[in-house]
């Protein structure tokens, strides 16, 4: 079963044109990313057939009730995306790589208007049938159940949803937390819940002088075994149907003394490097990181994209000196180390294609920017598993370079282009 995606409802006030897809608006962008993946790992494990519902026999899952944030999908958009269908594209599996390393994913070239504005002709998923019908199935039935504390608890601060707009670059973890707490997704009672949630939040132990960074490995290793002695659902799955979500890097780490949350519950982190140690691919899944842009959305229409590509960040990784090495003094592609003194959103409205290029992590606000301001992104991060890779045709939309390719950029993009 492909897992549900929900990118296409981020787009909808975005951008005009069948590019406006792979727009979002940040509030059900973190929670609903991640409650698809969800709803893949889940529908498609035989472990979770044991103890609540009568589940009907059918190859889908239990999935959510509906969210009232949610809105119904748009017959307009769906429409779109009909139209844009191809029979070619139809039940492929999305690989990055060929099971023996990384490489340049080269589908279809994106293609540009006449005043450099990407026009997106390929088909947005690998089966769009199979999405809408897995999300109804999805927003009718899924339920998830959170772990409560008392109201007293010294660490409520830790546990429960930020009470202002979440912002900066982790925001993902605190809306996914701020809208799932609101939705219809919740129940009360833990025996019809379909998975549990640990609601700790990675962020904020960060920054609470009690626990701190190196603070968080014990502070989850005694919540989690509060967890198992005073409830009977993790024992019954080894915490396969229980999971977590953190967008910092240190999030994987953090389970450091709890191993049982890093082998067998789902962790939705935005570090989803599938060549380290503390992400399982298949398993876990990807949140996308977004950097949520104040003010109104940027006006797509009107820029000259006169740039071939830009990149502008710290020199904080070999691949990202590597890139700037290569391309400083290029006058196609714009690669900058360190700040800008020019406004970021000018450069990347300038611009055809806009870099993500791996720093510490693989992942980056990168490629929400690039969306958000209408540039192709081009993704430079070998064993990064993208977000809703087996739902969305990436190489409709994206191009994605593997690192040894760097000194070879500007003509794959040309080409991409031509």
């Not at 132990?205 to 198992?228: A, C, E, K, L, P």
């Not at 024992?235 to 999971?243: E, K, S, V």
């Not at 992104?377 to 690192?403: E, G, M, Q």
Request: proline share 7%; net charge positive.
């Amino acid at each position: 079963m492909a897992r549900p995606s929900l990118l296409y409802y981020y787009s909808q006030h975005r951008v005009a044109g069948s590019f406006r897809v792979f727009f979002f608006i940040p509030t059900t962008l973190a929670l609903l990313t991640s409650l698809s993946i969800l709803f893949y790992v889940y529908s498609t494990s035989n472990i979770f057939t044991h103890h609540h519902h009568n589940h009907q026999s059918t190859p889908h899952f239990k999935s959510p009730p509906s969210f009232s944030t949610i809105p119904s999908p748009n017959p307009q958009l769906i429409s779109i995306l009909h139209n844009n269908a191809s029979e070619s594209t139809k039940s492929q599996t999305f690989q990055l790589g060929d099971g023996h390393g990384p490489h340049s994913q080269r589908g279809t070239p994106p293609q540009f208007s006449s005043n450099g504005d990407f026009e997106n002709k390929n088909d947005v998923f690998h089966d769009k049938d199979i999405f809408l019908e897995d999300y109804k199935e999805m927003n009718r039935s899924f339920k998830i159940y959170v772990y409560p504390h008392r109201k007293d608890d010294p660490f409520a601060n830790v546990l429960l949803p930020v009470e202002s707009e979440p912002g900066g670059n982790y925001a993902s973890e605190s809306y996914f937390k701020k809208v799932l707490m609101k939705s219809h997704f919740i129940t009360k009672d833990p025996t019809e819940a379909d998975l549990f949630f640990l609601p700790f939040s990675i962020a904020r132990m960060r920054h609470d002088r009690r626990v701190g960074v190196r603070g968080i490995q014990d502070f989850i290793r005694d919540y989690v075994q509060n967890i198992i002695h005073k409830y009977p659902y993790w024992n019954r799955t080894g915490g396969a149907d229980h999971f977590y979500v953190a967008c910092h890097s240190i999030g994987k780490s953090a389970m450091g003394k709890a191993p049982d949350v890093t082998f067998n519950a789902i962790q939705v982190v935005c570090s989803s490097n599938y060549f380290l140690t503390g992400y399982i691919a298949h398993k876990d899944a990807c949140l996308p990181q977004i950097w949520p842009r104040k003010g109104n959305p940027p006006n797509l229409g009107s820029p000259k994209r006169k740039r071939l590509a830009f990149f502008a960040g710290g020199a904080n990784s070999p691949v990202r000196v590597n890139l700037l090495e290569t391309w400083k003094n290029d006058s196609e592609i714009f690669a900058h180390s360190g700040r800008l003194k020019t406004p970021y959103a000018d450069e990347l409205l300038g611009s055809k294609f806009c870099l993500h290029v791996k720093g510490y992590e693989v992942n980056t606000a990168r490629i929400g920017d690039s969306l958000y301001y209408g540039c192709v992104p081009v993704i430079i991060a070998n064993y990064y598993d993208l977000p809703f890779a087996d739902v969305l045709n990436w190489k409709s939309f994206s191009v994605i370079v593997t690192t040894s390719d760097i000194p070879l950029l500007k003509k794959i993009l040309k080409d991409e282009v031509l």
